[in-house]
């Protein structure tokens, strides 16, 4: 996936008319968001598909998808319908319940993203012990999408250690604590959310965020 200036944002508002308006005032630094639950509880898939009609941007879709594979299946077919690019999934449910979401994703021409480990810390509790663990299962399936925390940088390193050329975006960059060159050692793009749209300038935030890892 080709992000551009190396930033996907965490559009996470509740608004649809809010989100539109931040990703127009960005657009000429970004060309990905990741969107999550808050919108699309609020607003419903139709705000993916709202992203896509009014901007040439990819979306990811964070959705975290940890169910039983029949499951897995039925939530990954109807947000590829609706026109995500990509959906994020998580690893510790297991290799089945991976590979239904891979599946589809081949089905729809569309990408996965596996998530190995959070950036907040009460990650460190239970997903950190398996993380690696999941990294070396998606290895195995051929999965070549990754995200890993920004927070935690040797854990992104080790992560990076084991998908090696594979594609890993980062959460936890900015308010969380992660710094945006730092990330970049071991990661291909970052993942920023509240220092862009709580910002009362999104679009100098974005620049301000370039500029500190472009130098």
């Known amino acids: 996936m080709e992000v551009k200036n190396n930033i996907i944002l965490a559009l996470d508002v509740n608004n649809m008319d809010t ?22 509880l609020s607003e419903g898939l ?14 990811i879709a964070d959705f975290k998808v940890a ?3 029949e499951t897995n299946t039925k939530i990954c077919d109807l947000t590829f319908q609706s026109g995500a690019d990509a ?24 990408e996965v993203f596996l998530l190995t480990e959070m950036s907040h810390p009460g990650a460190a509790r239970f997903i950190q012990k398996v993380s690696e663990d999941i990294a070396q299962m998606g290895v195995k399936m051929g999965i070549n999408n990754y995200v890993a925390p920004s927070t935690k940088l040797q854990r992104l390193k080790k992560i990076r250690e084991i998908v090696g050329d594979s594609y890993i975006i980062s959460p936890g960059v900015g308010v969380q604590g992660g710094v945006p060159k730092d990330t970049l050692k071991y990661a291909d793009a970052l993942i920023i959310g509240r220092s862009i749209y709580q910002s ?13 890892f472009k130098l």
């Open 46 to 59: 139709e705000s993916i598909s709202k992203i896509k009609d009014n901007f040439d941007f990819k979306v």
């Open 87 to 110: 959906i994020i999934v998580q690893g510790f449910v297991g290799e089945d319940s991976v590979k239904a979401c891979q599946e589809n994703a081949a089905e729809h021409s569309r």
């Open 200 to 212: 009362q300038s999104p679009r100098e935030s974005v620049k301000t965020i370039i500029d500190s």
């Open 67 to 69: 169910d039983i594979p």
């Open 19 to 40: 989100g539109l308006g931040i990703i127009e005032s960005i657009s000429d630094y970004i060309n990905t968001v990741k969107v999550g639950y808050p919108l699309v």
